[in-house]
């Protein structure tokens, strides 16, 4: 398996993102995709394989969570 590295800004910086993005011009959430939500970015994440995407609190909690299930659980 491919090492993955997540980057996490906080709080959200439109730089962070290719200018042309949703990220970067509509600065909306487009983790989940600004016609799903209405929740203002709250983070900046370059998130693989989704790439650099903007995230309010739940879309950064949901990559959090999907990051740590990809490590093995310590007994």
């Known amino acids: 398996m491919e090492p ?3 980057r996490i800004v906080m709080p959200f910086d439109p ?3 290719d200018p042309r993005s ?3 011009t509509e600065r909306c959430c487009s983790q989940h995709g600004k016609d799903y939500c209405d929740q203002p970015p709250v983070a900046s994440v370059h ?3 989704n790439g650099r ?3 309010c ?3 950064l909690h949901g990559i959090i969570d999907d990051a740590l299930s990809k490590f093995p659980r310590r007994r």
């Open 47 to 49: 998130y693989p394989p």
């Open 4 to 6: 993955m590295e997540i």
């Open 53 to 55: 995407v903007s995230a």
């Open 57 to 59: 609190a739940a879309a």
């Open 15 to 17: 730089a962070f993102h």
């Open 22 to 24: 949703v990220a970067a």
